[in-house]
């Protein structure tokens, strides 16, 4: 016998992880799709990946730096902190809302053919993170014009971009499962992000925080993301906090595992719902 | 060899329906306090769910619905197995299960053999993206390789017929290019067994015709296994080996294709006296138009099941439709007992002028059936109603049954032959007339073993020999 498959209630928990491996390749393929559409004869598609964080860069300068004349890290420029905050809110935000969106968007897939349904949400972060690589080359053309060297530092920017991905995915997973049973749960989502902006130290630095809050503080996981960033890209000027962080990345862990479960709950009846 | 290649074995699927107990004909209004009320209890139960992770349902009470119950049957290597049965049997679960879409309740299923399944032309299809793109989108989405998609593209494209468009976005396709690529692309994977629902169903006829000769050719020439479910019945009694009728979830009959054909039309044939109500809650349709009577009837008389040809018959079709739709097609097939379709008819197949419009509301219409076309034998009306090129409505199988008598006859000689010595699907009584050369050929003035059809368009006589000499 070639190939056996046995299908049974409960069978596919057991394959989960080696089922996802088999289909890596739908993964590359729906991440390109979703990339060519969004890239597809607009010019715009990459100018709208820039507009919308270069402007809040500028409008946070101006209030907080300027009006509420916050301190800087160190002797960074403000704009340039400011950036180096915004850049991972920007991956973390709309990888969380495309996430959430996507299984929805593409019902007549789910309803259609099998394949694991991870790999829907996990393929539109892979839009988030283009967007974010042309952020990244706009801080590099700021960092240019304000003449500042980053150090060996932000060599270890890699793992605080992992670090966002996964803030991201889980979250975003569970939302993407409340979304399928919810249709009204969209609306709460631009909420979450517009709320989340605020909370997080994106357009100040998270050193004007109360010592006594700190730790607290750090209970949002971008807290100890966003730190990380500045830490690697600002150089020496911006200190990293390692308890702030540790609790970060225990949040961001726990959500990752609780967004994986929640899914994995109910992708079983995804098809039955849409 | 003859190992099951498919075995199903006490197959359930249980879905959750919510009902909500205020909705009905009792009530004319729902109070907000009401409202508020039940919300926040639902809200309270939800919240439960969405804690414990349980399937949420809508509404107050919830009923279990059993979609398949306890199916169980064989496949064997190389068999061609058509599945039919009423809207709502159980067909598509039974398909979504063994594509492993949804997981069923109780019960397994053992497939040997790479399965690929097609329950849509085109799924995933992206209307931005060219038909080049959209050819590895899907094939993968399918379940090739890009390698094996790479090694047939030609092929693929050669099929469809779409060289000269592989760049230009599916958006701009005609629809038939659309689906001439799209099922090009699922004409090309090579798995062992093959799932298909209702494609047959889209497209042209000529479409229907292609894939309908390469399902038959792939399973003869590579000993394929087939599994499809159709609402063709022709097509399922030509082409299956096999046929497995289902109704409410359970396998009612299976076997040869043409007395399960049967057995389904005469089970479907529940209606016979003229007329076929549907309530609310069960008419077939979606939210926009739904359904509600098809009833037939001879000159503005009471609907009969039994009617007589030498009087005009009307079929006639009430539906509820809300807003405006646009391209909305409503008609039905009529059938004879054996499936076989006589004609399809849409009140769109008028001039536009004539179109009837559909009215907000209540719309009853009716099409009339000349008398004298009908022969004797039993008849079904299945309603068809669609959206032009969009979708289909309602597409519901010999809800009607209605039997004609053979009475317009005007010959003593038809009327001295039995019913058995009246063959054919129609009978309507064709014009005879002498040849205007006939005089001729007797008068020897043209010669008799050939034939003349009669002067053409420019006036110039054809001859057609109709020797045997040929």
Sequence with gaps: MPDLMIIEPGRRERHYWS?????????RVLAWRDLSVRYKQTVIGVLWALIRPVLT????????????????????????MVFAGMLPWTFFSNGLSEASNSVINSGSLITKVYFPRLIVPTATVVVAFVDFLINFCMLLLLMVWYQFMPDWRILVLPAFILLAFCASIGPGLWMTALNVKYRDFRYIIPFIVQFGLYVSPVGFSSSVVPEQWRLLYSLNPMVGVIDGFRWCILGGQSELYPAGLAISVGVIGFFLWFGIHRFRKMEKSFADLI | MSDPIITVENL?????????????GSDRYTALRDVLAREARNFARKAVDVFRGRQVVEGDEIEEFWALKNVSFE??????????????AGKSTLLKILSRITE???GRVLLRGRVASLLEVGTGFHPELTGRENIFLNGAILGMTQREIRKKFDEIVAFAEVERFLDTPVKRYSSGMYVRLAFSIAAHLEPEILIVDEVLAVGDVNFQKKSLGKMHTVAAEENRTVLFVSHNLPAVQSMCDRAILLDSGAIVTQGAPRSVVKRYLAQAQSSSNGERVWSRDTAPGNENVTLMAVRVFSSESEPSGTLD?????????????KGEIHNLCVGFDLTNSEGVTLVRTYQTDLAPERWLPVQSGWNRWRCKIPKGLLNHGDFLVSPRIGIFNVAWIVYEDAVLQFRVNLRHGVSPLWHALSEANHPGLIAPILDWSESQFASQIRSGSLVANSMTVGPNYDGRSKKVNCGRSS
Excluded: C, M
């Excluded at chain 1, 089922?19 to 993964?27: G, P, Q, V």
């Excluded at chain 2, 040809?309 to 009307?314: I, M, P």
């Design chain 1, 19 to 27: 089922d996802l491996w088999r289909y890596r390749e739908l993964f």
């Design chain 2, 75 to 88: 496949v064997k290597r190389g068999e061609i197995v058509g599945i039919i049965g009423r809207n709502g």
């Design chain 2, 12 to 24: 359930s699927k249980r879905y959750l329906v919510g009902h909500s107990s205020g909705e009905g």
């Design chain 2, 104 to 106: 069923p309740t109780d």
């Design chain 1, 57 to 80: 860069v500028l409008v946070f300068t101006i209030i907080f730096g300027r009006i509420a004349q916050l301190p800087t890290d160190g002797t960074a420029p403000y704009a340039l």
């Design chain 2, 309 to 321: 040809s030498d009087q005009d018959v009307y079929v006639e079709l009430d539906f509820i439709a």
